[in-house]
Nanobody, 130 residues
């Protein structure tokens, strides 16, 4: 059974950092394209970042460029999202999804109504507040 489990969320002050983890079981993440999403209450889902399983290429939403870094660790079968210089507007539930097709991953990242990726996690809550 495939599972994606997110962790690392919490409460952090503005300007602080968090590292989120998306740990997989039942599949090898390095063979998949992984997207981190976030959704704040009352707002649409936003694609935050994507890492390609084939060549490690990375993609970022404009709102997080220069502050967030996505990376993969094959030894732990985990994709991380390092979030620096956090702002109150980064407050949201963050969740990951994986799919073998990059086209689907990019479409999900850019279209909040597309749910065609194969595997989804349930998320971890990030709150940025003083």
């Amino acid at each position: 059974q495939v599972q994606l489990v997110e962790s690392g969320g919490g409460l952090v002050q503005p300007g602080g950092s968090l590292r989120l983890a998306c740990a997989a079981s039942g599949l090898t993440l390095s063979s998949y394209n992984v997207v981190w999403f976030r959704q704040a209450p009352g707002r649409e889902r936003e694609g935050v970042s994507c890492i390609s399983g084939s060549d490690g290429s990375t993609y970022y939403a404009e709102s997080v460029k220069g502050r967030f870094t996505i990376s993969g660790d094959n030894t732990t079968n985990t994709v991380y999202l390092q979030m620096n210089n956090l702002k109150p507007e980064d407050t949201a539930r963050y969740f990951c999804a994986a799919d073998p097709h990059l086209r689907r991953a990019i479409q999900a990242m850019t279209s909040s109504k597309y749910y065609g990726m194969d595997h989804w996690g349930k998320g971890t809550l990030v709150t940025v507040s003083s």
